[in-house]
């Protein structure tokens, strides 16, 4: 069947990722949309899940393409036998900096030329932009990894995100008088600065307002580093499943304090400003379906 295609690796699915597949949605003229991606490498803002979820609110079918089979494609054997010979395309849609095949060797004039005698309609879209700047993954990727989670919001058009599943604690934190689940962070999602942050948690039964805090913890040295949150609305019971994590604003950076009542009031501090910044904010629509937050280990 014929369909309109937008190719990329799509991370993070940012609001010019949205203005690609709306613009893709206006070419296909009543044709389905397909977003054709890749899976997550190198430190990426989604597992692929969360993406395919993400990418399926603004396409009508998701194709993610296994890199075992495309990265020996040359720019010619990618667009010939994958997107018009596989998938049907008779529209393209790209931004003006896209490249594919092998090495990235193809770029938007290689792909025009190899479209036409294929019947493949190239549209290039103008580049998405933010207060002058061209908005991208990467520039994304940056402003998380700085603890700047409220920029990285207007450029995703929703908060940064973080899963994990939660694994235990030292019980330290329940001694500190501010119980945590502790989570181990899906290992290909960038990590954000060290600190601690206001933010939404959702896992299979409940969400809350919470503290996200990851660091070093440098007051207690020979303690290994850790993500946790504190979580304002108690669970009922465990936290089982998988956790996501919303970032909604940075509060301090990861610190050393004196001793464990220094590091109590701190964080007491944390909760009152966290309480103030989250009052009146609802939680973040989830990323991941129901199934996946059930099925321990089901690939986050
Ligand atoms: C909101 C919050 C902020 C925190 N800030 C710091 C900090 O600045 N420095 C630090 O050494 N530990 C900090 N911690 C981490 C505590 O040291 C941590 O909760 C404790 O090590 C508990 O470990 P456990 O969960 O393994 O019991 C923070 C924890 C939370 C929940
Ligand atoms: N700010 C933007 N505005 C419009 N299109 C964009 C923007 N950023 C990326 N794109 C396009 O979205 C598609 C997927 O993006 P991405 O995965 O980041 O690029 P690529 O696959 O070329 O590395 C590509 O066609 C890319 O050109």
Redesign the pocket.
Known sequence: MSCAV??????GVHR??Q??LAEARQRAAGLPVVAYTFPPRGPSLLTLPAKVRLLRDHADEVVVAPWERIQDLSAEEFVGEELVARLGATVAV??????FGRDRAGDVATLQRLASPLNLAVHV?A??RWEGE????GRIRDLIARGEVDQAALLLGRPAWLAGSPTSGVKLARRLGYPTVNLDLAPELVRPRRGVYAAWVQWSLGESKALFYIGDRPTFPGLSPSAEVHLFTPPHGEVVGSVEVHLLSFLRPDERFADEKALARAIAQDRLRGEQILAGTHPPPRLLREAELRAPGAGL
């Open positions: 937008a190719v990329g690796r799509f991370d010019g990722h203005f690609l790209v931004g003006p900096d896209h490249r879209v580049p998405w061209v908005v991208s993954a």
